[in-house]
């Protein structure tokens, strides 16, 4: 098992950046491929981006292809989600994910509480 802390969110303008953080714990973060997902006002909870075990493969939804930047640092058992030129359509609370397959990629195993992203027009 693995705990999972997300950070960074906060209040920005649109067309700003914010840099979301999310901590790990219990397990060896390197066996788990790390996610980001999203939920929306009056919206399902959406995949964001997805990155491997070791950073050599990252996905993206295409609503922020070109715009978020998904990476991890191994050694800080870190995962963290760039985000820029953030739209008021951004604005959700983004989740954090975690599983050892990367089959599941869309439907983790582990998530943390959330952090909130608002993106004011």
């Known amino acids: 098992q693995v705990q999972l802390v997300e950070s960074g969110g906060g209040l920005v303008q649109a067309g700003g950046s914010l840099r979301l953080s999310c901590a790990a714990s219990?397990?060896?973060?390197?066996?788990?491929?790390m996610t980001w997902f999203r939920q929306s006002p009056g919206k399902e909870r959406e995949f964001v981006a997805g990155?491997?075990?070791?950073?050599?493969?990252?996905y993206y939804a295409d609503r922020v292809k070109g715009r978020f930047t998904i990476s991890r640092d191994n050694a800080k058992n870190t995962v963290y989600l760039q985000m820029n030129s953030l739209k008021p359509e951004d604005t959700a609370v983004y989740y954090c994910?975690?599983?050892?397959?990367?089959?599941?990629?869309?439907?983790?195993?582990?998530w943390g509480q959330g952090t909130t992203v608002n993106v004011s027009s």
């Open positions: 219990g397990r060896t973060f390197s066996n788990y491929v």
């Open positions: 990155v491997d075990w070791r950073g050599g493969s990252t």
């Open positions: 994910g975690a599983d050892r397959s990367l089959e599941r990629i869309g439907a983790p195993t582990y």
